[in-house]
Every structure is written in structure tokens, then in C-alpha cells.
């Protein structure tokens, strides 16, 4: 039984697909419209959160790194383009890639690497990709390229930084949780009209 003889199948395929960070070609578009699949990489990055809590040694670095600003004004981003969402939450997604493989190199080069502070860091550089490539197949890194107007000039992304591994998944959580859901939310109900 082939994909063709199960059109069920390629949803499913993709799905396991997906956190390995592999480019799922011909996934559809609605599988990030699909509220159970953002929630599992939700619930990832709260794991992730959650181990890294109670950790002091090993999880703090020995340099500050960048991150994006998760802080949402509700009423502002309603009253935003789809464009401008669209931008901000592909530069957020961008600038949280390289601080989690900065992350990455940062722990492979301290004296101990805990192996479930690796995997969990393993893991999120994986979901970044997988998400990633279904935000570009949702059409949002079009929409990010082409701002409505074009003498208009986007707000700069605004960032702070953190020093410990806790502070990096809080932060990649609440986007994950903040922007990136109300996006998608917006972006796939806009699809479906």
C-alpha cells in the first residue's frame, strides 16, 4: 500500500517527519493549521523549560546571547498587517535558531554537557527547522518579503538577552505560545476563507 492508495498517510508521514527536521516536501499547508501539532512542539519547549529550571551548574553561559522580545500588546498586534505579523514572527523565528545553536555550542564546550540538557537542545534546534518549513509552506516567509507598503518601514525586532539555559527555553517557549500561535491562527483561518 502506497501514499497514493492512502491519501491519510502523507499527513501521518509528515508528522514523523517533521521532528527530525527534515523538509517535508508536498506537506500540506494545513498541517500547521492543525492545533495539535503547534501544541506538541509547545509542549516540547515546556519540557524543555521545566528540566532546565532547577538547573545551576551547566546551564549558564559563559556569554550573553540574543533573543527575541515574546512580550505580545494584544491590541496592537490585532490591529497589525498580516505582513508585519508575518515579518516579526519569521525574524523572531530566525533570531531564536541561532541563539539555540549558540546555546548548543556554548554547552558542547562546557566542562560537563549534561546529555538531557543536549537532548533537549537537540530537540528544539529540530522543532525550529520543522516549524520553519511549515510557516514557508503556510506562505509566511512570502508574506514576511513583501511588506503591504512599501514606503513604510517595519519596526525593528526588539531583543534583550539572556545568560542560562532556563532563561532561552522561557523565551522560546512564550513564542512559541505567544506570537507564532496567534499568527498561525490568524494566517490559516485567512486560508480557509
Known amino acids: 500500500m502506497g501514499v497514493r492508495e492512502c491519501p491519510a498517510l502523507l499527513p501521518l508521514l509528515s508528522l514523523l517527519l517533521l521532528p527530525l527536521g527534515l523538509p517535508v516536501l508536498g506537506a500540506p499547508p494545513r498541517l500547521i493549521c492543525d492545533s495539535r501539532v503547534?501544541?506538541?512542539?509547545?509542549?516540547?519547549?515546556?519540557?524543555?523549560?521545566?528540566?532546565?529550571?532547577?538547573?545551576?551548574?551547566?546551564?549558564?553561559?559563559?556569554?550573553?546571547?540574543?533573543?527575541?522580545?515574546?512580550k505580545v500588546n494584544f491590541y496592537a498586534w490585532k490591529r497589525m498587517e498580516v505582513e508585519q505579523q508575518a515579518l516579526e514572527v519569521w525574524q523572531?523565528?530566525?533570531?531564536?535558531?541561532?541563539?539555540?545553536?549558540r546555546g548548543q555550542a556554548l554547552l558542547a564546550n562546557s566542562s560537563q554537557p549534561s546529555e538531557t540538557l543536549q537532548l533537549h537542545v537537540d530537540?528544539?534546534?529540530?522543532?525550529?527547522?520543522?516549524?520553519?518549513?511549515?510557516?514557508?509552506?503556510?506562505?509566511?516567509?512570502?508574506e514576511a518579503i513583501s511588506p503591504p507598503d512599501p514606503t513604510a518601514s517595519a519596526a525593528p525586532l526588539r531583543t534583550f538577552t539572556v545568560d542560562t539555559l532556563c532563561k532561552l527555553f522561557r523565551i522560546y517557549s512564550n513564542f512559541l505560545r505567544g506570537k507564532l500561535k496567534l499568527y498561525t491562527g490568524e494566517a490559516c483561518r485567512r486560508r480557509d476563507r
Do not use: H, W
Not at 45 to 70: H, K, L, W, Y
Not at 126 to 140: D, Q
Open 123 to 142: 530537540k528544539a534546534i529540530s522543532s525550529l527547522r520543522s516549524l520553519t518549513s511549515l510557516l514557508r509552506a503556510l506562505g509566511a516567509q512570502k
Open 92 to 101: 523572531g523565528l530566525a533570531l531564536l535558531s541561532e541563539a539555540i545553536l
Open 38 to 70: 503547534l501544541e506538541r512542539y509547545i509542549l516540547e519547549a515546556r519540557d524543555a523549560e521545566n528540566v532546565t529550571m532547577g538547573c545551576a551548574e551547566g546551564c549558564s553561559f559563559s556569554e550573553n546571547i540574543t533573543v527575541p522580545d515574546t
